[in-house]
């Protein structure tokens, strides 16, 4: 089985960049309710979110849920399992980027790591998965559109992609949607 994960909103926690990026235009933070931006926000929240977009804060951020590593270990440890990373950033550093994964306690090999330029979901039709997970409405209707399996992680911070609920199967987080998919196996082996 293939299986690729997105990683901001999804495996990372972007929420202290989102609240740094309003403290930093001195404005009260509000949730993103769309992926578009410049629709929703004052010019100066946009433009402290792409510059910490480009930083290298973005590259420190914590995992959102403690228990992935581990069960991103475990079924990177599988036989039968072959798991890719695969993010859509504005700098494209990749080895930034496993560096990130490596530091949180992931241990994946650098090849797994994909952070190149193109539409992700170009970039996943050619690898092929067998599950996408993923948040950002922008690679779910590509995924859909290129026919590319995917599963959408939506909850109270992903205001963005709550229209796309009628349409792609979603989770509140990670870890729900790799057990409810059955892909990680929790219990004992009897
Ligand atoms: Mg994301």
Not at 82 to 97: A, L
């Amino acid at each position: 089985m293939r299986i690729s994960f997105d990683l901001d909103d999804v495996i990372f926690n972007l929420n202290p960049i989102n609240m740094l990026a309003f403290e930093r235009a001195g404005i009260p933070y509000v949730r993103q309710t769309s992926w578009n931006i410049d629709e929703i926000y004052d010019e100066s929240v946009c433009k402290n979110l792409v510059e910490l977009w480009g930083d290298d804060l973005l590259y420190r951020m914590p995992v959102l849920d403690t228990k992935i590593p581990h069960m991103l270990n475990v079924l990177m440890a599988r036989p039968d399992m072959e798991i890719f990373f695969v993010t859509e950033r504005r700098m494209k550093q990749p080895e930034k980027t496993y560096r990130q994964l490596r530091n949180a306690g992931i241990k994946c090999n650098r090849d797994q790591v994909y952070d190149k330029i193109g539409f992700k979901s170009d970039i996943l039709r050619e690898l092929k998965p067998d599950i996408h997970f993923d948040d950002s409405p922008l690679v779910i209707k590509g995924c859909l559109d290129k026919g590319v399996p995917v599963v959408m992680i939506s909850n109270n911070l992903t205001l963005y992609n709550h229209h796309l609920r009628p349409y792609v199967e979603h989770y509140p987080n990670l870890r729900t949607a790799l057990i409810q998919k059955g892909v990680y196996k929790t219990g004992k082996i009897r």
